[in-house]
């Protein structure tokens, strides 16, 4: 691995462990494309990622799934791009529906309403149909994700993002599980408030027109990277409305037609 990945993932890892955000690390990626111009900068990004992943993982830290980011078109057309990007997801990133979420455990956080899917077969092949996530998920519950960066100020482009495990932070799901023939995934209206007040709007449609359409290109992505997704995976499948920043002390619930509601309280600063 390039030095200067070595030293971005160093950069994000150390602003994880403390607390502190650090500066982008878009400056070190271009540094290792500039020895290996044939290299893919997404591909920098991800290996950035990728050994920040490990790191935690031989911590002990337990994988449970995978997010998916970008899935708005205005947003892939605000960082140049035309696909999402994915992160990992571990066990203990996961909160309890309504439960206070210490604000320590935050990275500048932002919160946005998604369906989760949670799979009972493994997805193995290159290229996958709609068909085939319809058979391999056992149920979608309500969730709500705590977006998080490491990175000062949000001061992210792309190969930031994707480096800093897709600004993955935390995430709460319902607990209420619902078979994906009672739903309608495009049309399902999503509604989140902020002590009682709308803040956030939208659909399914919102997810790259159906949250299937997101779990597709992910399980073909990840067979394709050589980590297929397995049965007892949870994905979350993308934004339905605008991110919303959130502040210590504040409640935000999700309803999403067909699926019911899920709650992110954030407990005051420490």
């Known amino acids: 691995m390039h030095a200067a990945l070595l030293t971005a993932a160093e950069r994000l890892h150390q602003a994880q462990l403390s607390g502190q955000p650090c500066p982008p690390v878009r400056d070190l990626i271009a540094a290792a494309q500039a020895d290996d111009p044939n290299a893919q900068v997404m591909a920098l990004a991800y290996a950035v990622q990728r050994h920040n992943n490990q790191l935690a993982v031989a911590a002990g830290r337990r994988p449970v799934g995978r997010k998916i980011g970008l899935t708005s078109p ?23 529906d309504g439960q206070p979420i210490a604000w320590a455990d935050c990275a500048q956080p932002k919160v946005e309403a998604e369906i989760a899917l949670v799979l009972e077969h493994d997805l193995p092949h290159e290229r996958h ?6 058979r391999a998920t056992a149920f979608a519950l309500p969730a709500i994700e705590v977006v998080g960066s490491r990175i000062a100020n949000w001061d992210i482009r792309l190969v930031d ?8 932070g935390l995430f709460v799901l319902g607990t209420r599980p619902v078979k994906l023939d009672q739903l309608d995934l495009v049309n399902c209206g999503m509604s989140m408030t902020l002590r009682g007040e709308p803040v956030s709007v939208g659909a399914g449609a ?3 027109g159906n949250p299937l359409n997101a779990a597709v290109w992910l399980a073909d992505t990840m067979a394709r990277l050589g980590e297929p997704l397995r049965a007892g995976d949870i994905l979350l499948t993308g934004a339905l409305g605008p991110m919303v ?6 409640h935000f619930t999700a309803h999403i037609q067909g699926l019911g509601s899920v709650s992110a309280a954030f407990a005051n600063r420490d």
């Open 245 to 250: 920043a959130a502040n210590p002390g504040d």
């Open 206 to 208: 919102a997810c790259l």
């Open 129 to 134: 149909t709609v068909a085939d996530l319809l």
């Open 161 to 168: 993002t994707i480096a800093d495990n897709a600004s993955s």
């Open 74 to 96: 205005a947003v892939q057309a605000q960082l140049g791009v035309d696909q999402p990007d994915f992160g990992l997801l571990l066990a203990d990133m996961a909160r309890g």
